[in-house]
């Protein structure tokens, strides 16, 4: 208490004619825009990489290098660590990314975002005509250009333009107060050195909770580096004050991953955990160095005998330096620091369910949000194959309880994921798409929505089946021997539409070139045996039972169903393949 006291005695003798409130708002109303700007970026760069971002993230598993690789690209094109983090909190949650994986492009993702703090660098140096040109000849390309990439370049500019409309407004809130004596002394209280230069670790430690709590409010440690950077143009804060402050911003900015996972399942805490320790970690790490490292780069570079506008690239630098070294401290003992988050946070004693809804579709970049809704709706096509093959082994045995109560689990399970598909998919689609993304919502929406019926259809199926066995009838042998051929005729067309979902539109027409053909083939063959079974009752056949002959029919008709929604998969690939 006696520090604030002291805080806001010095506070006191800033200049009167400008109130603390006054400064407030227009930080904030500079802070806002500055935030939109980011925003425009993202959408601009996500529009115009759309097709790349996608291949980005699933290269993510293949080593720790793509990942690494990944986290940082997909970081520096959606401007934001953040959005990147909570991506990876919903790919383990999915159980489409390890907890290794994840780590590879959390740490990734900590490089990739210092692009911006390059970009906020630079501002200082950009007057405001400059800045006024920019915007106007963006907006003017965003609002009239016929093509749809023109309209996305045109946004990526009006996002660079707002991001320095914002800083100078904050500029000039702070230019004011930016030359009192109250402000100086408010800022020597925060500041990583002493009145003689020297580091002092009590300073640092303030400095490095000023920014994790700064950035954990902002939730962008984009924002408050550029805040960072218009005190040290200013004057009003030294260098190593600022380079101490990124250390704190690199702890703040975690905040995101655990709002994200705060309902999640034990993997997606693991992966909020790992990146909050890695920056941490990083942080105790490094700090120690600074009246070291600081010292030697400013003999390499003459930092101190720079004016304030270099400064800010000097910052800049700090920033990346340290998301560097600290990648290249973490990146080989990625695998036995992902165990030591496992044994921080054990597995649940329950099962959990994988949950996309835990995930705010807002925060994801439209295209990599899409793409996670594609893993998931991968997931269901799996878990329908698994259903289809119980099945057949449902048919086949007679001790199947088991089975029975797997394929009903599964058919619920499979309901829970498309309902948050749609859900998730739902807000998605309400925000500004390339046409691209959002016609791959529109299909994945609707391949959702079939393979939840498909694993409908198998339990429609079982049902027929254990009506049959409470009223003790059973099939004749060449009745059930038809109905399995019928069975896997179905399977090897699933199979078929299933994998072309997997491999994507590239090689969706190569996969389902036979796609009407074999769809034509089953709805003969449910005809054949259909028209067997009703001349066998019309000849009174000793060995067919009336009841099950009609029951028969009833799983027919639910097989002709589970043909179509098969069917309705291949064509929304295929339909995907011409756009």
């Known amino acids: 208490m006696p520090l604030f006291a002291e805080v806001v005695s010095k506070f006191s003798i800033i200049e009167a004619n400008f109130t603390a409130m006054a400064i407030l708002s227009c930080v904030l109303g500079g802070l806002g825009i500055f935030l939109l700007g980011m925003q425009q970026i993202s959408e601009g760069l996500q529009g115009v990489a759309g097709p790349k971002m996608r291949k980005l993230v699933a290269a993510a598993t293949t080593n720790r290098f793509a990942g690494v690789a990944t986290g940082t690209i997909v970081t520096a094109i959606v401007q934001s660590s953040s959005v990147t983090t909570v991506m990876v909190v919903g790919m383990v949650t999915s159980g489409i990314m ?11 993702a900590n490089i990739g975002t210092t692009a911006t703090a390059w970009l906020v660098a630079a501002f200082p140096k950009i007057g405001t005509t400059a800045i006024a040109f920019i915007i106007g000849v963006a907006a003017i390309i965003y609002l009239f250009a016929k093509r749809e990439g023109w309209k996305f370049i045109g946004l990526i500019f009006l996002g660079l333009g707002l991001i320095f409309f914002g800083l100078d407004f904050i500029k ?27 580091f002092s670790a009590w300073g640092m430690f303030k400095c490095v909770c000023v920014g994790a709590v ?8 984009s924002a408050t580096t550029g805040i960072a950077i218009i005190l040290v143009a200013q004057g009003s804060i030294d260098f190593y004050s600022a380079a101490t402050l990124v250390l704190g911003m690199n702890i703040g900015t975690t905040i995101t991953a655990w709002l994200a996972a705060l309902n999640a399942p034990t993997e997606a805490r693991r992966a909020a955990l790992a990146h909050s320790l890695f920056n941490i970690i990083g ?9 070291i490292a600081l010292p030697i780069a400013n003999k390499m570079f003459g930092i101190e005998a720079m004016d304030a506008t270099d400064l800010t690239f ?31 946070i054990p597995d649940s004693k329950i099962h959990e369910l994988p949950r996309l809804t835990v995930l ?28 289809i093959d119980k099945l057949r082994t449902f048919l086949t045995h007679s001790n199947t309880e088991d089975i029975e109560k797997d394929i009903f689990h599964a058919e619920e399970e499979l309901d829970i994921l498309q309902h948050e598909v749609a859900q998730f998919l739902g807000v998605i689609m309400t925000t500004n798409l390339p046409s691209d993304v959002a016609n791959r919502a529109r299909m994945l929406l609707r391949v959702a929505d079939e393979f939840e019926t498909v694993s409908d259809d198998v339990v429609a199926i079982q049902k027929q089946f254990i009506r049959m066995r409470k009223a003790n009838m059973s099939l004749s042998e060449r009745c059930q021997n038809d109905l399995l051929g019928l069975h896997d005729m179905c399977r090897a067309f699933a199979g078929m539409a299933f994998d072309a979902f997997r491999q994507g539109k590239m090689h969706a027409v190569d996969l389902l070139n036979h796609l009407h053909t074999d769809a034509n083939g089953i709805t003969v063959r449910v005809k054949e045996i259909r028209q067997d079974q009703m001349n066998r009752m019309a000849e009174k056949d000793p060995t067919l039972n009336p009841i099950c002959a009609i029951v028969t029919l009833d799983i027919l008709n639910i097989y002709r169903r589970l043909k179509e929604d098969c069917l309705n998969i291949g064509e929304a690939m295929l339909e995907e393949s011409r756009m």
């Open 283 to 291: 942080t105790c790490i490094m700090a120690p160095l600074f009246p």
């Open 314 to 344: 000097a910052v800049a630098g700090v920033h990346t330096a340290f998301n560097v070294v600290n990648t290249c401290f973490f990146l080989p003992i990625v695998k036995q620091f992902a165990t030591l988050i496992a044994r921080i």
């Open 360 to 387: 705010n579709p807002l925060k994801l970049a439209p295209v990599v949000a899409v793409e996670q809704a594609r893993k998931e709706v991968e997931q269901m096509s799996k878990r329908c194959e698994v259903i």
């Open 214 to 221: 700064a950035t954990a409010i902002v939730q962008s440690s």
């Open 172 to 198: 000039g809130a702070m230019d004011p107060i930016a030359s009192s004596d109250g402000l100086r002394e408010v800022m020597s209280m925060f500041s990583a050195v002493d009145s003689a230069g020297n």
């Open 98 to 108: 390890t907890l290794t994986q994840a780590i590879n492009v959390i740490i990734g």
